[in-house]
Each structure stands twice: as structure tokens, then as C-alpha cells.
Nanobody, 128 residues
Framework: QVQLVETGGASVQTGESLRLSCVVS????????????ITWFRQAPGKEREGVAG????????YYADSVKGRFTTSQEKAKSTVFLQINALTPEDTAMYYC?????????????????WGQGTQVTVSS
């Protein structure tokens, strides 16, 4: 069983930064925990949910959608089982509900269908 809880969403102005957090609870061994990839998705009103960034828990390997490279950064604090998404230079186009999701041995890291476990989301709203 895996549970994810996102926090950190807020209403901000264009150009500001936010750091989102995702606490990952895996009710099993640490070795099992480290088999997961944690990916951040976002969904804007009327649009499909898209994968934007993530991290491999065992290796710390980050991955990003081309559209966010240079502005988004993922990281983790293993001691707190928390994955972070740092978003810089926010624009109104970043306005969305942001979700973290967990999956094992995923083939398409940014593919929505690869993930079985999802958090409830945290809202990011950027005004101009």
C-alpha cells in the first residue's frame, strides 16, 4: 500500500517560485520503497493531465518534460520520505492542480498510465 500527500500549492504572482512537497508512505521495506519512481503531474482546467518531472528514488535520477526543463527541479529527502518539486519563474501557464504519483519499473516515466498510486493534489495558481 502506498499513500502520497502533496502540499505547498499557493496563489502567487508571475515570476515567483514555489516548492511543492510529496510525502510518500510505503507500508513495506525500505528496499521496496526504493523501487518506486515518483512523478509530478499537473492538470489545468479543460486539459489532460501531463507529466512534468520526477525522480527515481533509488538513484536520485531526475527527469523532466522538455517544456519545463530549466525551471523545474525535483529532489528528495530520503530520511523524511519526501519528494520536492521546485518551480521557478512561474507563469499563468503553470496554473494547475499538481499531483504526485508512484509507480514501479515504469517504462514511460512521464506517462500517466504507468502509475497506480496518486495523491489528492495541491493547487498552484499564478496571476499576472
Amino acid at each position: 500500500q502506498v499513500q502520497l500527500v502533496e502540499t505547498g500549492g499557493a496563489s502567487v504572482q508571475t515570476g515567483e517560485s514555489l516548492r511543492l512537497s510529496c510525502v510518500v508512505s510505503v507500508y513495506s521495506s525500505n528496499a521496496y520503497y526504493l523501487t518506486f519512481s515518483i512523478t509530478w503531474f499537473r492538470q489545468a482546467p479543460g486539459k489532460e493531465r501531463e507529466g512534468v518531472a520526477g525522480i527515481e528514488l533509488r538513484t536520485d535520477f531526475p527527469y523532466y518534460a522538455d517544456s519545463v526543463k530549466g525551471r523545474f527541479t525535483t529532489s528528495q529527502e530520503k530520511a523524511k520520505s519526501t519528494v520536492f518539486l521546485q518551480i521557478n519563474a512561474l507563469t499563468p501557464e503553470d496554473t494547475a492542480m499538481y499531483y504526485c504519483a508512484a509507480g514501479r519499473y515504469v517504462a514511460d516515466r512521464l506517462g500517466r498510465t504507468e502509475y497506480n498510486f496518486w495523491g489528492q493534489g495541491t493547487q498552484v495558481t499564478v496571476s499576472s
